[in-house]
């Protein structure tokens, strides 16, 4: 009985429903905002316009999504009250990658030698474009929402008359940055080795070149017509979503519309201002909230380099060693299941610090008092969380475009330092060419930081005002609540547009 009423209802209300398809990439680091973008789109709905969000994933990184929507929707035993729940999930295959061993669809479950396996397939319009058209077509949404990599969804979108919008996972300091070095002739640079981001707002960024991209890397050796297609893709869109704020990288949010890259902007972040999760009291988790409510205010350093960060064991052992020198307290999250700390090193170090090779309750620990400082890789979502919580950072970026995040980090937004400084070594996105950080200037930069009165506080001034900005920009009325809002009107609106004049003619 309750089954056909929902039934009813549900056709009944049809075109009182916006129906909106998100696919993320193969990576934690976007399938999470994504569904917590799904999440928002729904709350944003009206009482006269719901809001039915879909996250589209392949089956092996199901678990991801369904594990944010209980914690944001709570478990849902019974199917009934599923069902009343208005983010789902669709699954569609992850195809045969020659290479990669099947179920591994994730890039933090791709051994690292065959990540970029991972990239490739994402970008390959005969593997993925197939199984993520016929998804979309059987879904039959009122809009989509795709990552960046996924070019031909906005074909696709064209072909069914609906609006594709594209979600950025990445801030917009970033991504911008590495569309002028890769497209904008660089002739700022007198130096081969490093590079200047060319026609880029704000102070001169520069960045030595084994810290870029390896698509950036390869300048001479890459074709950029496909490059080429990726920004074409962006333009020819709908819109364009960020997970970020105008008032953090307000001039790089303005250069979008500026530059005429996109014909919409919404700056929906930086983070959902949803009660924080009640930790499932998971022991490990809890753990760690017990041993930070044992230390004084400001006094703990939290490390923790991502979802994907390869640290390698002779790195590990260094900054063991190099925490252990400074004599600071600290919470460490090592994702490393077969690294052991050095001989007598957990004796040694005892109760000031601890270590969690679990999953680790990122924002409950950064808005804990007792956190002084982040030792971060500069992940975008780690960056967003830091402001948010008011806590500052020192520096320690790893793969993709942390190092060019981390001069937004340092630079521009001063909030920060780097740990390593400049000069002292060779950093690199290859982890082969990169030189081991020594435990002894692990230890300088820690207590040169945790220091009262010193760099570390200035940052925190800083970082403090931004969290006051962050948040008076997600409540409401805020810049991204209102830019939230805009989003789902303008959606509805295009496709009152399509209802009335029917699927709109395919271009090019
Ligand atoms: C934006 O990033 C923050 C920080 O990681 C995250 O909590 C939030 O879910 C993201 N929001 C969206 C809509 O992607
Ligand atoms: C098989 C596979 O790749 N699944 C992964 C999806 O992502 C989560 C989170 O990274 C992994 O735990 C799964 O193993």
Same mark, same amino acid.
Request: net charge negative.
């Given at each position: 009985?309750?089954?056909?009423?929902?039934?009813?209802?549900?056709?009944?209300?049809?075109?009182?429903?916006?129906?909106?398809?998100?696919?993320?990439?193969?990576?934690?680091?976007?399938?999470?905002?994504?569904?917590?973008?799904?999440?928002?789109?729904?709350?944003?709905?009206?009482?006269?316009?719901?809001?039915?969000?879909?996250?589209?994933?392949?089956?092996?990184?199901?678990?991801?999504?369904?594990?944010?929507?209980?914690?944001?929707?709570?478990?849902?035993?019974?199917?009934?009250?599923?069902?009343?729940?208005?983010?789902?999930?669709?699954?569609?295959?992850?195809?045969?990658?020659?290479?990669?061993?099947?179920?591994?669809?994730?890039?933090?479950?791709?051994?690292?030698?065959?990540?970029?396996?991972?990239?490739?397939?994402?970008?390959?319009?005969?593997?993925?474009?197939?199984?993520?058209?016929?998804?979309?077509?059987?879904?039959?949404?009122?809009?989509?929402?795709?990552?960046?990599?996924?070019?031909?969804?906005?074909?696709?979108?064209?072909?069914?008359?609906?609006?594709?919008?594209?979600?950025?996972?990445?801030?917009?300091?970033?991504?911008?940055?590495?569309?002028?070095?890769?497209?904008?002739?660089?002739?700022?640079?007198?130096?081969?080795?490093?590079?200047?981001?060319?026609?880029?707002?704000?102070?001169?960024?520069?960045?030595?070149?084994?810290?870029?991209?390896?698509?950036?890397?390869?300048?001479?050796?890459?074709?950029?017509?496909?490059?080429?297609?990726?920004?074409?893709?962006?333009?020819?869109?709908?819109?364009?979503?960020?997970?970020?704020?105008?008032?953090?990288?307000?001039?790089?949010?303005?250069?979008?519309?500026?530059?005429?890259?996109?014909?919409?902007?919404?700056?929906?972040?930086?983070?959902?201002?949803?009660?924080?999760?009640?930790?499932?009291?998971?022991?490990?988790?809890?753990?760690?909230?017990?041993?930070?409510?044992?230390?004084?205010?400001?006094?703990?350093?939290?490390?923790?380099?991502?979802?994907?960060?390869?640290?390698?064991?002779?790195?590990?052992?260094?900054?063991?060693?190099?925490?252990?020198?400074?004599?600071?307290?600290?919470?460490?999250?090592?994702?490393?299941?077969?690294?052991?700390?050095?001989?007598?090193?957990?004796?040694?170090?005892?109760?000031?610090?601890?270590?969690?090779?679990?999953?680790?309750?990122?924002?409950?620990?950064?808005?804990?008092?007792?956190?002084?400082?982040?030792?971060?890789?500069?992940?975008?979502?780690?960056?967003?969380?830091?402001?948010?919580?008011?806590?500052?950072?020192?520096?320690?970026?790893?793969?993709?475009?942390?190092?060019?995040?981390?001069?937004?980090?340092?630079?521009?937004?001063?909030?920060?330092?780097?740990?390593?400084?400049?000069?002292?070594?060779?950093?690199?996105?290859?982890?082969?060419?990169?030189?081991?950080?020594?435990?002894?200037?692990?230890?300088?930069?820690?207590?040169?930081?945790?220091?009262?009165?010193?760099?570390?506080?200035?940052? /925190?001034?800083? @970082?403090?005002? *931004?969290?006051?900005?962050?948040? &008076? !920009?997600? =409540?409401? %009325?805020?810049? #991204?609540?209102?830019?939230? /809002?805009?989003? @789902?009107?303008? *959606?509805?609106?295009?496709?009152? &547009? !399509?209802? =009335?004049? %029917?699927?709109? #003619?395919?271009?090019?």
């Amino acid at each position: 009985m309750a089954s056909t009423t929902t039934a009813t209802r549900s056709s009944s209300s049809r075109s009182k429903k916006l129906r909106v398809v998100l696919i993320p990439f193969f990576a934690t680091s976007h399938i999470e905002p994504f569904t917590d973008l799904a999440i928002r789109l729904a709350a944003a709905g009206s009482p006269s316009v719901a809001v039915e969000a879909t996250v589209a994933v392949t089956p092996a990184n199901v678990s991801i999504v369904q594990s944010l929507l209980e914690r944001h929707y709570g478990r849902q035993r019974d199917p009934a009250a599923e069902s009343t729940i208005p983010v789902k999930i669709a699954t569609y295959p992850f195809p045969a990658v020659d290479g990669l061993p099947g179920g591994v669809e994730n890039l933090g479950r791709a051994a690292p030698a065959d990540s970029w396996r991972i990239d490739v397939a994402a970008f390959s319009d005969t593997l993925m474009r197939p199984v993520q058209e016929a998804l979309v077509r059987e879904q039959a949404p009122d809009a989509l929402v795709t990552d960046v990599h996924f070019v031909w969804n906005v074909r696709v979108a064209a072909e069914l008359g609906v609006p594709c919008v594209t979600f950025k996972v990445v801030g917009a300091f970033s991504s911008l940055a590495m569309r002028h070095l890769a497209l904008v002739a660089d002739v700022a640079s007198s130096d081969p080795d490093v590079a200047v981001v060319p026609r880029f707002p704000g102070p001169p960024v520069r960045i030595p070149r084994t810290e870029l991209p390896e698509f950036l890397r390869k300048k001479q050796e890459v074709d950029y017509s496909m490059t080429n297609t990726f920004y074409a893709a962006q333009a020819a869109c709908f819109g364009l979503a960020v997970n970020t704020s105008s008032d953090l990288e307000q001039e790089y949010c303005e250069l979008h519309m500026r530059e005429g890259y996109v014909k919409r902007a919404y700056f929906i972040g930086p983070v959902s201002l949803r009660p924080s999760p009640s930790l499932d009291a998971v022991g490990d988790s809890q753990h760690c909230i017990d041993w930070l409510d044992s230390k004084p205010a400001r006094s703990v350093v939290y490390l923790c380099f991502g979802s994907f960060a390869p640290v390698s064991d002779a790195q590990l052992q260094e900054l063991a060693l190099g925490l252990e020198a400074s004599g600071e307290s600290f919470l460490w999250v090592v994702r490393s299941q077969e690294w052991t700390p050095p001989e007598g090193w957990e004796e040694r170090v005892g109760d000031r610090g601890m270590v969690v090779t679990a999953w680790a309750p990122q924002t409950a620990i950064l808005g804990h008092p007792a956190v002084g400082a982040f030792v971060t890789h500069c992940g975008w979502n780690s960056v967003l969380e830091t402001v948010a919580a008011g806590v500052p950072v020192l520096t320690w970026p790893m793969v993709f475009e942390q190092f060019i995040t981390e001069r937004l980090v340092t630079d521009i937004l001063g909030i920060g330092q780097r740990l390593w400084p400049h000069g002292a070594g060779i950093r690199s996105t290859r982890h082969i060419e990169n030189e081991i950080v020594p435990a002894q200037a692990v230890a300088r930069a820690l207590m040169a930081f945790m220091c009262p009165g010193g760099p570390g506080d200035a940052a /925190r001034n800083r @970082v403090m005002r *931004l969290a006051a900005k962050a948040h &008076a !920009a997600m =409540a409401e %009325g805020g810049s #991204s609540h209102r830019d939230l /809002r805009r989003l @789902v009107d303008d *959606l509805l609106e295009a496709r009152g &547009a !399509a209802v =009335a004049g %029917g699927p709109k #003619s395919v271009q090019g």
